[in-house]
C-alpha cells in the first residue's frame, strides 16, 4: 500500500513521451529558429505535393470520365450567358435547353461542313502545288548556299520527319490524351453531350448536393469559393470566345483577301486554337503565315504577317478591354507557364485545360485567404493574376 503522499507510478508510455519533452526541449534550444521554419514548410509542402500528386494520379486513371467532364463544363460556361438571358427572359427551361444544345451542335457541325467543303473544292490544286514548292525547296537547298547532295538531303528530311512523328505522338499521347479507339471518343462525346444537358437542367442542384459533402463549418467557405470560381470560369470562356471569334474571322478573311488557300480551314484552325491562350494563337497564326509562303511566296507570306499580328493587336488592345473590362487579365507569362506545365503533364488535354483551372484554383484560394464567405465582400488581394471581375471606375 501507497501512502496518500506518493504519487503512483506512471506508465513506460508516459516515461517515453516525458523523455521526448525533454529531448525535443533541448533540441529546440540547438536547432536555429530558420532552419526548424524551414523544416515545418518543408514538410507540409512534400505532404502538399504528395496530394496533388495523388489527384493527378487518380484524374489519369479515370481519364475517359474526367475529359469529358471537364469539356462538359468548359462548354457550359461557353453557352451559360445565352442560355441565363432565354431563362431570365421566362423562356421555358427546357426549350432554353433544347435551343443551346441544338445551336452548340448546329454551329459545329456548320464549321465541320464549311472545312470539308473548301477541302474538297481546292484538294487538287493544293495538292499539285504542295508538290510543286516541295521540289523547289529540295532544289534551292541542293543549289543554294547550302550546297547539300540529294543523299544528305534525304537523310535530312527522313531525321526531320520522324522527330516531328515523335514529338506529336508525345504530345497526341499525353497522360490525358483522348481515348485511343473511335469507340472511346464515341462514348466520350455521349458522356459530355449528357453531362452538358445535366448542368443545364439542374447545375445549381448539382452543386447543392456537391457542398453537403463537405463538413458543416466548412459549407458556406466551400460554396462561396466555387460560386466565384465558377464566375471567373464563365468570364475566362467569354473572353475567350471573343477572342477566338475576332481572331478567325479576321486571319481568315485576311487569307481569303491575299489569296491563300484553305482560308475556311485556317479561320477554323485559329478560332479552336484561341482556346489556348497566347501559345494556341501563335502557333495557328504562324501555320497560316506558312501556309502564304508555301504556296504565295514571301510578299504574300510578309503580308499574311501583318494581318496575324495586326488582328491579334486589335483584339488584345482595343476590342477585349472595351467589352469585357478588366474581367480576366491573365500575364503572358504565366500563361505560358502554365500551358507549357499542362502539355507536359496532359499532353493536348492538359494545355487546353491548364489555364482555367489554375484561374479557377486562384480565385479560390484568393477567396478562402480572404475569408470573403463572412465578411460578404469580393476579395482584393490576386494571388497568381487578375480573375476577379473588377467594378469599372467611373469618373465623377
Known amino acids: 500500500m501507497s501512502g496518500p503522499d506518493e504519487k503512483p507510478k506512471g506508465s513506460l508510455f508516459d516515461a517515453l513521451r516525458d523523455r521526448n519533452r525533454v529531448v525535443t526541449s533541448d533540441m529546440s534550444e540547438v536547432v536555429p529558429h530558420g532552419l526548424r521554419v524551414a523544416t515545418a514548410f518543408s514538410w507540409r509542402f512534400l505532404v502538399i505535393s504528395a496530394a496533388i500528386g495523388l489527384a493527378i494520379w487518380l484524374v489519369i486513371q479515370l481519364k475517359l470520365l474526367v475529359i469529358p467532364l471537364m469539356v462538359s463544363i468548359l462548354i457550359t460556361a461557353l453557352v451559360w450567358p445565352a442560355f441565363s438571358y432565354l431563362v431570365r427572359r421566362r423562356v421555358p427551361r427546357w426549350l432554353a435547353i433544347v435551343i443551346a444544345v441544338v445551336g452548340l451542335l448546329a454551329i459545329v457541325a456548320g464549321l465541320v461542313w464549311l472545312v470539308a467543303w473548301q477541302v474538297g473544292e481546292q484538294w487538287t490544286s493544293v495538292q499539285a502545288s504542295t ?83 463537405f463538413p458543416r463549418r466548412a459549407r458556406a467557405a466551400a460554396d462561396g469559393a466555387g460560386r466565384a470560381g465558377w464566375v471567373t470560369i464563365v468570364n475566362y470562356s467569354r473572353t475567350q470566345l471573343l477572342v477566338a471569334t475576332v481572331d478567325a474571322v479576321g486571319i481568315g478573311l485576311g487569307a481569303y483577301l491575299l489569296g491563300v488557300p484553305l482560308a475556311i480551314p485556317i479561320g477554323v484552325l485559329v478560332f479552336l486554337g484561341a482556346f489556348i491562350p497566347i501559345v494556341g494563337a501563335v502557333l495557328t497564326g504562324t501555320v497560316a503565315v506558312f501556309l502564304a509562303l508555301v504556296y504565295n511566296g514571301p510578299w504574300i507570306a510578309l503580308w499574311m504577317l501583318v494581318v496575324v499580328l495586326g488582328v491579334q493587336q486589335i483584339e488584345g488592345h482595343i476590342l477585349q478591354p472595351l467589352l469585357m473590362g478588366s474581367a480576366v487579365k491573365v500575364h503572358p507569362i504565366a500563361v505560358v507557364l502554365v500551358v507549357a506545365g499542362g502539355a507536359m503533364i496532359a499532353g493536348i488535354p492538359g494545355a487546353l485545360f491548364a489555364v482555367p483551372v489554375a484561374a479557377f484554383v486562384n480565385v479560390v484560394v484568393v477567396y478562402l485567404g480572404a475569408r470573403a464567405w463572412e465578411t460578404g465582400l469580393k476579395p482584393t488581394g490576386d494571388l497568381i493574376w487578375d480573375t476577379v471581375p473588377r467594378p469599372r471606375r467611373t469618373r465623377s
Open 131 to 213: 508538290v510543286e514548292a516541295l521540289q523547289q525547296f529540295r532544289q534551292y537547298l541542293i543549289d543554294g548556299p547550302l550546297h547539300l547532295t540529294p543523299t544528305q538531303l534525304d537523310e535530312v528530311l527522313i531525321q526531320s520527319w520522324q522527330l516531328i512523328q515523335q514529338q506529336a505522338e508525345l504530345l497526341w499521347s499525353g497522360a490525358l490524351a483522348l481515348g485511343t479507339t473511335v469507340g472511346d471518343v464515341a462514348a466520350g462525346t455521349l458522356l459530355a453531350l449528357f453531362i452538358l444537358i445535366a448542368l443545364l437542367a439542374d447545375g445549381a442542384g448539382i452543386w447543392r448536393w456537391t457542398v453537403r459533402i
